[in-house]
DNA sequence: ACTCAGGACGGGAGCGCTCCCAGTTCGCGG
DNA sequence: CCGCGAACTGGGAGCGCTCCCGTCCTGAGT
């Protein structure tokens, strides 16, 4: 299956055309010191003349990487988290790799098959480390990873978990510093709309929820909670409930921009005025929440920093040989705009 | 950078472990006839109790194959085409590919920079062929994959071209026969919201909506046509544009289910009943068409066939080594429910 | 008992690169 | 003009696998 271009040239032959030895073309193609500029100006061109390009399959056996990391996506994320927060991480994941040579896998994990062969390709080599996106509780890839003694980062905690290397918003923060704001506006009737509260981060923007609450003396106050996806459908739905619920409701946070999108249509269509009658707060500050009408104020989730951490964490982890595990907490930051 | 597991168990200790020879191992690894029950049995005990995993990058510089594919998706369209046909699709691939054995990878070129990775990736042989996401007029990645004999499988046509090979869907019969249909029902101020029509696609569904009115001998008719960019909020604003363009309508063409299920929207802010006052027909058939309400009839496209086509092209050529370009248009399919 | 076809099996010869050491050349002070 | 580090350069020794050919063993046929 699949014979590769034939005849391809090699190394051995560009060494050849530039009538030096393997070694000085090799020390050319990986921009290694210690070669007169004539003589990698003659290989240059030779290199050029044949059309050469490093056999890659080579190149890993040799030298024992592969120069890939591949980032990992279970099903149900993808679908939900879909839209903004997945194509932002791709890109700040991509940027953040972009001078170093190494190359980023996608890859779906669907099924146990496919996790089967996914963890064959990476133990196989093809891979120096492994990104995985919000992983559920229960998946048994980490440990997979970890048992093969290959660098992974996590993008996000599982509940408490230490035994891996993971990058995490401070959604706790985020979530209390949001209340307290509402809280300072003179807010009472304070509500929230989660996220799927199976995920860890969901989780704990409730927990700063509650903890806001309470650090505001308002522990005996009933919390007034719907659940989401994540999804603006949901989050319409979410707020509809809510305004049923409470109906003096006069403060919102919600579990995402999108959410919070929905929760304002809802808003709308109940005639409530943003931020006039109730106070609406989004999470994530991706580009939606400056479009959306009254725009919306938001904790912002540094994913430009959180690309940049998984990065590092990853290089030092395939540099050591994953001997200990990292972790890093970004802070997040409250954008207030004109919904609260 | 990235030292590999040191000390992992080579097919050469799976054999003497095994004592055999590396040959037996190699069989047995790759499933290859000739080896006596017995002796299979024992070498895959001895890989069980070793933990032999086989590296990829020998296989690879040995057997002259990745069993690799990359899908490349471009920057815009992952971005406006993301949810739902984007993950169909990947799904439709993953599906075709299970049992093949060979893995898919997916790849973002959002660069100059990023192509010319890419392209070394791809030509230093660690994918066997490449599967490409709608691309657009103006890119060079499939003339340079051309050029360096990597077998490709483009997913949509771009304008006429034919030195390259594609599977599509038949974009212009599908629209024709949803315009008929609406012909059919009697309704006669039939407009269309299009996609990006900088896409061949949103060009040929565009072209079949006009042949269908020149067919029923409506060519003295204006065109009713407004653009949108495939997601909800644009078909909402594109249909409220023609409501007012055209008071008297009762028929739509969208260019997605997504477009359409924002259209319905517009339509009941306006308030008219669909399908009384207005039939709506989508594109895609994906789930969404389900769920909207009325449940929306729409233009299927065959997702689990295009993933297939696209597959064996790709594995046909990879087998014969891209001397022939390879065309699939595949039927489309008018799914009616309740929006007509 | 002897022959011989065919199924099993072993292992040499690479695949194209990196690593690294030994050999060669160069520049410069004495 | 010689001596001597330092700067270059060449090429052997693998990396771990697949391919393939030659050998060995088995058992049926006569």
């Known amino acids: 299956m699949g014979k590769r271009r034939p005849g391809a040239p090699t190394l051995e032959e560009v060494a050849v055309h530039a009538r030096v030895g393997r070694g000085t073309v090799s020390r050319v193609i990986n921009n290694a010191a210690g070669v007169k500029d004539s003589t990698r100006r003659a290989v240059q061109r030779a290199i050029e003349e044949l ?176 659940e989401s996806d994540f999804t603006a459908e949901s989050g319409r739905r979410a707020m509809a409930e809510l305004i049923e619920r409470y109906p003096d409701i006069d403060g919102v946070l919600a579990a995402s921009d999108t959410t919070a999108a929905g929760a304002l249509e809802a808003l709308r269509a109940a005639g409530r005025r943003v931020p006039e009658d109730v106070a609406v707060i989004g999470f994530d500050d991706f580009s939606l929440a400056q479009r959306t009408e009254p725009r919306l104020t938001t904790v912002r989730q540094p994913i430009e920093e959180i690309g940049r951490a998984m990065i590092r964490l990853l290089l030092e982890e395939m540099e050591e040989g994953a001997v200990a595990w990292r972790h890093v907490i970004l802070r997040t930051e409250l954008v207030v705009r004109e919904s609260t």
Do not use: K
């Open 51 to 226: 059309g050469y390009v490093p056999n890659l399959a080579a190149r890993s056996l040799a030298g024992r990487r592969a120069d890939a990391v591949a980032l990992v996506m279970t099903e149900p994320d993808w679908r939900q988290f879909a839209e903004p927060f997945f194509s932002e991480i791709v890109r700040s994941l991509g940027d953040a790799l972009t001078d170093t040579g190494i190359q980023l896998l996608l890859t779906l994990v669907r099924s146990d098959t496919e996790r089967q062969r996914f963890l064959e390709y990476a133990r196989g080599g093809r891979v120096d480390g492994v990104l995985l996106m919000s992983v559920h509780a229960g998946d048994p890839l980490p440990d997979m990873l970890a048992e093969a003694r290959l660098p992974t980062v996590l993008l996000g905690r599982r509940s408490g978990e230490e035994y891996v290397s993971y990058v995490d918003a401070d959604n706790i923060g985020g979530a209390r510093s949001a209340v307290s704001h509402l809280l300072r506006q003179g807010r009472r009737v304070i509500a929230t709309i989660t996220g799927p509260l199976d995920l860890y981060a969901a989780q704990c923007r409730l927990r700063g929820y509650e903890e806001a609450l309470a650090m505001a003396g308002l522990e005996g106050e009933p919390t007034r909670v719907a």
